[in-house]
Nanobody
């Protein structure tokens, strides 16, 4: 069993900051790319950003320059630092990871967290 658990969401005023964390646990052989996606009410899920195991990052256009991603490979954890938050950043944020489970070390599959709510007030 592999599980992703997010934490750190909440309510913040526009211009403020939040830091999300996502920890992977269970029967994990290795984790490749980790990342964050978000989904606002009535909208499709969109990319926030991703980070490879080596630390290369990629961000969606709407968050470039405001959000950063980092990871701790020893702790199987990925972080999302969100600065200069705007009301349009309000969404449920989902952690995603490409994980090679110990039961099947020749293939990776995507896993998702349960989501954490971020609300930015104007």
């Amino acid at each position: 069993q592999v599980q992703l658990v997010e934490s750190g969401g909440g309510l913040v005023q526009a211009g403020g900051s939040l830091r999300l964390s996502c920890a992977a646990s269970g029967s994990i052989f290795s984790i490749r790319t980790m990342g964050w996606y978000r989904q606002a009410p009535g909208e499709q899920r969109e990319l926030v950003g991703t980070i490879t195991r080596a630390g290369s990052t990629n961000f969606g256009d709407s968050v470039k320059g405001r959000f950063t991603i980092s990871r701790d490979n020893a702790r199987n954890t990925v972080y999302l630092q969100m600065n200069s938050l705007k009301p349009e950043d309000t969404a449920v944020y989902y952690c995603n990871a490409d994980i090679i489970p110990t039961q099947s070390i020749f293939s990776a599959r995507p896993y998702w967290g349960q989501g954490t709510q971020v609300t930015v007030s104007s």
